[in-house]
């Protein structure tokens, strides 16, 4: 199998003990891990139902019909199965390296190995997963192997492999053709979308929108570098937009307190643009390992399940 | 060297260079494509022209590394004016009397004067003409000394002690007389001659002050006049007559009257005949005038010879005897200016200095050129 460079078989290790359960009940494939809406005969006990011919007498309580009271039914959650999508940002600006002191270490790279890791954290799971890029180029293209979802190891293998030949595209794609790219996400899942958010408010608003539309459970991951973060250029600087080629002069003293402004600005928009929809946002630096930055978002994502009651 | 010196003015010139260097990078428009663009304020523009200085921590850094080595190579000292406070070093004559300098044994700050400054329980130096003259000494001890030492000299107060210039020192000298050490006069035997030379012979004139030197230079105190023939007065020192014209009467004619040498053919008067090395055969012409007179022998040993005792043993022409003076006569001026007090060297914690500044300046430039480098 071809694997990404980055997903190393240590990265792979550490997120061994990793799991990703929606945060509201599913209505999806029985013999899963996630909560389902459906219930049925079961240990874990959820409510009665009168016996009605046919019934597995196992499931019947035997204590209720020995006191002489009416047979019934003891009905439990029913677990379900769910697909996993994972949406990838290719457009350029995923070509920026994390670090300087990793400049063979792309916020691409960053993504890739996250998508690897969750797409084998589903496949641990029993769920369906696939992935689909996202840029102006590919949106409306046709499907490959690997955004059609699956289960199996064979297609885990079909999907980390096209992961490994992902190049960053040109330019982040306009909101139409966005919203004909996510139609293709199933109606109900869970949907894990990787991006710089490098873009237009109304860009972003739209694709939050999309993504949380239906009964998706969506985590949005914004990967920034270091760079981005501290703004950690010195002096007079000519920045080159790695997407439009838009150039802009300024100094790195004077131009620092605004662009830390409209940064944070900019984060804080995204965030209630996700929040809003029900989705979860978190940023990380693309320098970290993929379980690094899946761990904190994934517990939290858990405690998010248990106050609504589903642990 | 001082930082008053050409070198050192360069040395804190190329503080600028640093300087110069960061206020260089500062104008410079570094390239950088990024993704953030649109975050990017464009006002206010651009500073290209203002003088800040970037990454100022390296540059204070650089300049502090060239300042230390500027002082490195200045040989920068420290003194300590206060340095000896209450401590008198004894410095004593090697001429002294033996029984004084017995006084004086149990001084373990008490030092021969002579060059090294040996203890006084070392042996004596040697005294005489070749030796260095006590204020010679006392000068050199006054340049190693440290500020506040107190000196006390030791040592005969006769004019043979003191050189031919009083020395200038950085601190009074309280002088305390004591007598001569027999046999150690320390006198020198003063050779007083005459020249009398006409012009046709002034070559030969010239090759007789030649001789005159190889005497000075070999420790002997000649006196050497010039006369003329024309106008002979009253030799009354050994005199070298080239001349044409006869010796004048009453010169050399007798065992008291002044020694004439010369190399003319006149037998009656006398005259001192040298061999092809210079020695003196006996009294008579001498042969080979051109010559340089050996001096050697002026200075047979054990005994003298026949020169020696021609020019130097005669009770006209010995030296006067040493005339005591009084010791503050002898004292040198004081001038705390005059001689710098001892330093001590700060090379050794400069070269440590000048190793760790450019340790860090090396990390600190590496840390800085990699986040420059960025992409």
């Given at each position: 199998m071809t694997?990404?460079r ?6 792979r290790?550490r997120?061994r003990?990793?799991?990703w ?13 996630h909560?389902?809406?459906d219930v049925?005969?079961g240990i874990?006990?959820?409510q ?21 009271q009416?047979p019934?039914?003891?009905?439990a ?15 350029g ?20 190995a ?5 797409l ?6 029993g769920?369906?997963?696939?992935w689909?890029?996202l840029?102006?180029v ?19 293998a079909t ?16 909101v139409h053709t966005?919203?004909d ?12 979308m990787i ?5 237009d ?6 694709l939050?929108?999309v ?10 991951l914004?990967i920034?570098t270091r760079?981005?973060?501290?703004f950690?250029y ?11 080629g838009?150039?802009?002069r300024?100094h ?11 940064l ?21 630096l693309?320098e970290?390992?993929?379980d690094?930055?899946?761990r904190p978002?994934l ?6 399940r ?5 642990e | ?8 003015l360069?040395g ?5 260079l640093?300087?110069w ?5 500062q ?19 651009p500073r ?12 204070v ?19 300590d004016?206060k340095g ?10 090697p ?8 006084q004086?044994?149990n001084?373990d ?5 002579a060059p090294?400054r040996?203890?006084?329980s070392?042996?004596r ?13 006392l000068?050199?001890?006054?340049r190693?000394a440290?500020?506040a030492?107190q000196?006390?000299v030791?040592?005969p107060?006769?004019v043979a ?9 950085s ?12 046999g150690?006069?320390?006198a020198t ?10 012009a046709?012979?002034?070559r030969d004139?010239?090759?007789?002050l030649?001789v005159?030197?190889?005497w ?10 010039r006369?003329?023939p024309d106008?002979?007065p009253t030799?009354d ?5 080239l ?6 009467a ?21 005259v ?7 020695q003196?055969?006996?009294?008579g012409r ?6 340089v007179?050996?001096v ?6 054990p005994?003298?010879g026949p ?7 005669r ?6 005897p040493e005339?005591?003076i009084?010791p503050a ?13 001892p330093?001590?060297s700060l090379?050794?914690?400069l070269?440590?200095l000048i ?7 090396r ?5 800085t ?7």
């Amino acid at each position: 199998m071809t694997r990404p460079r980055e997903w190393t078989a240590d990265a792979r290790a550490r997120a061994r003990d990793l799991h990703w359960l929606a945060r509201r009940a599913v209505r999806g494939d029985p013999f899963g891990r996630h909560p389902g809406r459906d219930v049925g005969p079961g240990i874990e006990f959820s409510q009665y139902r009168p016996y009605e011919p046919g019934d597995d007498a196992r499931w019947l309580d035997w204590q209720r019909l020995a006191r002489g009271q009416d047979p019934l039914i003891r009905l439990a959650p029913r677990e379900a199965r769910v697909t996993v999508s994972v949406v990838l940002d290719t457009s350029g600006s995923m070509a920026e390296p994390a670090s300087v002191a990793t400049p063979d270490w792309t916020r691409m790279d960053c993504a890739r190995a996250l998508a690897a890791t969750v797409l084998a954290i589903a496949r641990r799971q029993g769920d369906a997963f696939h992935w689909l890029r996202l840029d102006a180029v590919t949106a409306g293209a046709a499907l490959s192997g690997h955004a059609t979802p699956g289960h199996s190891d064979a297609h885990l293998a079909t999907c980390v492999a096209a992961l490994s030949d992902l190049v960053p595209a040109r330019e982040w794609p306009p909101v139409h053709t966005l919203r004909d790219a996510l139609q293709r996400l199933p109606k109900a899942g869970l949907v894990l979308m990787i991006s710089d958010f490098i873009a237009d408010s109304p860009a972003t608003d739209a694709l939050a929108g999309v993504l949380s539309a239906g009964r998706r459970d969506v985590i949005a991951l914004q990967i920034l570098t270091r760079d981005e973060v501290d703004f950690g250029y010195r002096g007079n600087v000519e920045f080159v937009d790695r997407e439009t080629g838009e150039r802009r002069r300024a100094h790195s003293d004077a131009a620092r307190a605004a662009y830390l402004e409209n940064l944070a600005r900019a984060r804080r928009q995204l965030r209630r643009a996700f929040l809003r929809r029900g989705a979860a946002f978190e940023s990380v630096l693309a320098e970290q390992s993929p379980d690094d930055i899946l761990r904190p978002v994934l517990h939290a994502y858990q405690r998010a399940r248990a106050a609504r009651g589903l642990e | 060297m001082t930082l008053g010196w050409p070198q050192a003015l360069l040395g804190l010139l190329a503080l600028a260079l640093p300087l110069w260097i960061h206020l260089r990078r500062q104008r410079q428009i570094a390239q950088h494509v990024v993704s953030i663009t649109r975050y990017v304020d464009t006002s206010p523009p651009p500073r290209r022209w203002q003088y800040i200085i970037e990454h100022p921590g390296l540059m204070v850094l650089r300049m502090a590394l060239i300042a230390a080595v500027t002082l490195w190579l200045a040989d920068l000292r420290l003194t300590d004016p206060k340095g000896g406070a209450g401590t008198t070093w004894t410095l004593v004559s090697p001429r002294t009397h033996a029984g004084r300098v017995a006084q004086l044994a149990n001084d373990d700050r008490a030092f021969w004067l002579a060059p090294g400054r040996p203890r006084l329980s070392e042996t004596r130096p040697a005294s005489g003409p070749d030796a260095i003259t006590t204020w010679d000494a006392l000068w050199a001890a006054d340049r190693a000394a440290p500020a506040a030492v107190q000196f006390v000299v030791v040592g005969p107060a006769t004019v043979a002690e003191i050189g031919e210039c009083r020395p200038v020192l950085s601190r009074p000298v309280r002088w305390i007389d004591a007598p001569v050490e027999p046999g150690n006069t320390g006198a020198t035997p003063a050779l007083r001659l005459a020249l009398v030379a006409d012009a046709a012979r002034d070559r030969d004139a010239r090759r007789v002050l030649a001789v005159v030197d190889a005497w000075r230079d070999a420790g002997l105190n000649v006196a050497l006049t010039r006369e003329t023939p024309d106008a002979t007065p009253t030799i009354d020192r050994p005199t070298i007559w080239l001349s044409q014209q006869p010796v004048p009467a009453g010169i050399g004619t007798s065992d008291d009257a002044p020694v004439v040498i010369t190399d003319t053919a006149d037998e009656s008067a006398p005259v001192f005949r040298l061999d092809r090395n210079g020695q003196v055969l006996a009294r008579g012409r001498i042969a080979e005038g051109r010559r340089v007179l050996g001096v050697a022998g002026l200075r047979d040993d054990p005994a003298p010879g026949p020169l020696f005792e021609l020019l130097f043993e005669r009770e006209a022409w010995r030296p006067p005897p040493e005339a005591p003076i009084e010791p503050a006569f002898l004292a040198p001026a004081v001038d705390k200016t005059a001689a710098p007090p001892p330093t001590r060297s700060l090379a050794a914690p400069l070269v440590w200095l000048i190793l760790l500044l450019a340790a860090a300046e090396r990390a600190l430039a590496s840390a800085t050129l990699t986040v420059r480098s960025a992409p």
